[in-house]
């Protein structure tokens, strides 16, 4: 009967968020685009769709008629011309005022000129606090908390008793990390590079849980997001190569020579396209997940163009295709912090391997020689 119980209940949720992200999407975009007061326009799937994966300078969760339901986050903007200027994004009106020479078009701000026409002339250089910065910070806050009370918990509790709480939730991925990703990988070297795959996996997994709360930011579905992500992997992963590495590089040994020629740019560029690899995986996995529940959403005002009765009768198999795919992706949160954090590993693996096979076969050597 609990069992029964929390799937009703789960499955309700589920519904609710659906629900209130379509909402705001037909809010937003079945009429004046949600601002402003020109006339009713068809609903335009692509461009609601995209408008929610995208990054804002506010936090807009719902809009009903000419009200907002919004936070406004600080815009921060310098240009060499004009100075540094600090003020919230709430002064323009969502985009349709302007405030202090700047305006808000297509979520980037712009400078203008008195008469409102963007003036190119003027760089700007945009350090704002937008939706996608708040939320990474909400993550690094919700990431430090955690660890901080689990470590202060195995001080106070010492390492021997049983864990419970937090703590009972958060150990056996620490413990899948270490025993499944790090050990194999990075042999004696894992507790080196644990630190690093333990926070890389939590980050990602805590921005890909939050991005799917109604109102939430896409982090994950970030490309910057991600590429940065992928930068420091990449730091981590030259920092950890050794001569053996950029030997097989530049020489790769029994090979031919044509061949040769044929491969070390190939190797080369493999260098290269394994931080690109991580960074595309990861946005891809993420984006498209939105894209798909939003689209099952927008199928209901689609079909509601044509009649109202049509978009009642097809919301039902709608938010059943949503949920279905919603469910898909809170597995699909800790699939992708999985791989990223194991390709991490993997690579890092990669650029000592030889160090770690010549370390293993002295080992048999003195064994053998005892």
Do not use: C
């Amino acid at each position: 009967m609990a069992r029964i119980s929390f799937k009703s209940t789960l499955v309700a949720v589920f519904s609710l968020v659906l629900i209130v992200s379509g909402g705001a999407a037909f809010a937003n975009d079945g009429g004046d685009g949600g601002h402003g007061e020109a006339p009713k326009e068809e609903f335009n799937a692509g461009e609601s769709i995209l408008h929610h994966i995208a990054d804002s300078h506010e936090w807009h969760f719902f809009s009903v008629g000419e009200k907002h339901i919004s936070i406004p986050l600080p815009v921060i903007v310098y240009s060499p011309q004009r100075g540094l200027s600090i003020f919230s994004s709430s002064k323009f009106h969502h985009g349709e005022e302007i405030h202090e020479g700047y305006k808000l078009e297509h979520d980037h701000v712009i400078a203008v000129n008195e008469d409102g026409a963007a003036d190119e002339s003027v760089k700007v250089y945009d350090f704002s606090m937008t939706k996608n910065v708040v939320q990474m910070l909400l993550a690094v806050i919700t990431l430090i908390w955690i660890m901080t009370a689990i470590g202060k918990k195995y001080s106070k509790e010492g390492a021997g008793k049983a864990p419970s709480g937090l703590q009972n939730a958060i150990e056996p991925v620490i413990t899948f990390v270490r025993d499944d990703v790090a050990r194999p990988n990075l042999g004696h070297k894992y507790k080196k590079y644990l630190p690093y795959l333990l926070t890389v996996f939590f980050f990602i997994l805590i921005n890909n849980i939050f991005g799917l709360l109604p109102g939430a930011a896409n982090v994950t579905g970030n490309i910057a997001f991600t590429a940065l992500l992928a930068l420091i992997s990449w730091i981590v992963i030259m920092f950890s190569t050794n001569g053996h590495f950029w030997g097989h590089i530049f020489w790769p040994p029994n090979v031919p020579l044509p061949v040769k020629i044929i491969l070390i740019p190939v190797e080369l560029m493999g260098v290269f396209i394994k931080p690109v690899a991580l960074m595309i995986r990861l946005f891809a996995n993420m984006t498209a997940g939105h894209i798909v529940i939003l689209s099952f959403v927008s199928l209901i005002f689609i079909f509601g163009q044509m009649s109202t009765a049509v978009g009642w009768a097809f919301s039902p198999v709608s938010i059943a295709f949503s949920v279905f795919i919603y469910l898909i992706e809170i597995l699909v949160a800790f699939i992708q912090a999985f791989i990223f954090t194991t390709l991490t590993a993997v690579f890092i693996g990669q650029a000592f391997e030889g160090e770690h096979h010549h370390e293993e076969g002295a080992a048999h050597g003195e064994a053998a020689a005892h």
